[in-house]
């Protein structure tokens, strides 16, 4: 039989990861970090952007059609 601390050294083992999985690791959560906040944010900012240009186009071809 085994005992607990030899059992925990042997699952720690098997949990450790190699510097090339904690880099491809990091690498994915920034990417993802990327996409779901910043990508986000940029169209977020483009829609207003075109929304409010537009607001302002119909606003002055209504106000020239008086």
Known sequence: ???????GRRR????????TQ???RHWTNFLHF???DWFISAM???????LSILVDVIYEY???CK
């Open 1 to 7: 039989m085994f005992s607990a601390v030899t059992l």
């Open 12 to 19: 720690k083992a098997r949990l450790r990861e190699t510097t």
């Open 22 to 24: 904690f880099i491809q």
């Open 34 to 36: 990327l996409v779901e």
């Open 44 to 50: 977020l900012g483009f829609i207003t952007a075109t």
């Open 62 to 64: 209504l106000k020239h």
